[in-house]
């Protein structure tokens, strides 16, 4: 049983690009998370989605960020314009909605740096 | 809203020696979940404990334990005769449920270092 796999594990960018992380679910998972953790601090939820609908996205940090699930199974957050305060941790996280949707499973994340 | 505390940064422990780390939590939902996460240096969060809100029963796992009692809003962790792997930063988190989201609220963290 495979776990929630993130791609890339790390990225560098320069200030003004794009960049977009991928996320897959362990799978029959239902709803997915975004999360965003800096250095010293805990993560802090970004957004989710139960299958393709984004049910929850205003604590996205800015308009910058975009997430979807366009099939209701692997998801993408985009960060576009990338600012050096984006530098940070991204994690993606899922759970089974009807057999234990309160439990979050994490993935190994995106570590993004900004130059 | 939401708030969970970890006022522990750092705590460092001789191998072999227990170790509790403490969690304090607000919140106004009557139905709730608290959760504790370990993340070891390579980054990724590992799922320990959930437990809700109605039972109060102290669970024991292993040379882990966890001391649940609403009364004071505190959901704290035992780690028995800690061991070098025990290392990690340790994250308690609190759902919230009221809005079917289930989203995390996480604490800052404990970071656990044992010395061999």
């Known amino acids: 049983d495979t776990g929630v796999s993130q791609d890339p594990r790390h990225k560098i960018t320069k200030r003004g690009q794009n960049v977009t992380f991928r996320c897959d679910p362990i799978?029959?998972?239902?709803?997915l998370y975004w999360y965003r953790q800096t250095l010293g601090q805990g993560p802090e939820f970004l957004t989710y989605?139960?299958?393709?609908?984004?049910?929850?996205k205003s604590r996205l940090l800015s308009d910058r960020f975009s997430a979807e699930r366009p099939k209701g199974s692997f998801s993408t957050l985009e960060i576009q314009r990338t600012e050096q305060g984006d530098s940070a941790m991204y994690l993606c996280a899922s759970s089974h909605l009807i057999t234990e949707q309160e439990t979050q499973y994490f993935g190994p994340g995106t570590r993004l740096l900004v130059l | 809203a939401q708030k969970v505390t970890q006022a522990q940064t750092e705590i460092s422990v001789v191998e072999k020696e227990d170790v509790t780390l403490d969690c304090v939590y607000e919140?106004?939902?009557?139905?709730?979940?608290l959760f504790w996460y370990k993340q070891p240096p390579s980054g990724e969060l590992v799922f320990l404990i959930r437990r809700n809100s109605f039972d109060e029963q102290n669970e024991i796992s292993g040379r882990y334990s966890w001391n649940f009692q609403k009364s004071t809003s505190s959901f704290n962790f035992t780690i028995t005769a800690s061991q070098v792997v025990d290392s990690a930063v340790y994250f308690c988190?609190?759902?919230?449920?009221?809005?079917?989201?289930?989203?995390?609220?996480f604490g800052k963290g404990t970071k656990l270092s044992v010395i061999p």
């Open positions: 988190a609190l759902t919230n449920s009221g809005a079917g989201s289930y989203q995390l609220t």
């Open positions: 799978s029959e998972h239902n709803r």
């Open positions: 919140t106004r939902d009557t139905t709730y979940y």
């Open positions: 989605f139960q299958n393709e609908a984004q049910l929850e």
